[in-house]
């Protein structure tokens, strides 16, 4: 392991990721996103899930317009991904984990 990889296997993730109730979209980006978190980042990682049908003001406050959005707050700078991701592999590259194959 090279310190490449060292010092991205010590980042923590900060993540939320906004959806729209039982939309199939959403629930498809909820899927990958809590998957490839639990395989690639184990404890390194915070996600927080808001269902803008259940309550819309965490959108509001972090200016989000479509559902699905994923915010990466950390590691910075910030990042917003919208609209639903269905290759898993552009959501690693994003987190910095391009090299790995899901």
């Known amino acids: 392991m090279d310190q490449e990889d060292s010092s991205r296997n010590a980042l923590s993730y ?3 990721l ?3 109730g039982s939309q199939p979209n959403s629930q ?3 899927r990958t996103v809590e998957g490839l978190c639990e395989r690639y980042l184990a404890s ?3 996600l927080k899930v808001f269902d803008v049908l259940e309550d819309f003001r965490p ?3 972090h200016n989000v317009l ?3 959005t994923l915010i990466i707050e950390e590691p910075p700078p910030p990042i917003r991904i919208v609209g639903c991701v269905r290759d898993p592999r552009r959501i690693l590259a994003i987190l ?3 090299e790995v194959h899901p």
Do not use: H, Q, T
Request: glycine share 10%; aromatic share 10%.
């Open 14 to 16: 900060k993540l939320k």
């Open 18 to 20: 906004f959806i729209a």
């Open 28 to 30: 498809l980006m909820r």
């Open 44 to 46: 390194r990682y915070s």
């Open 59 to 61: 959108a509001l406050e």
């Open 66 to 68: 479509v559902a699905p």
């Open 96 to 98: 910095g984990l391009g």
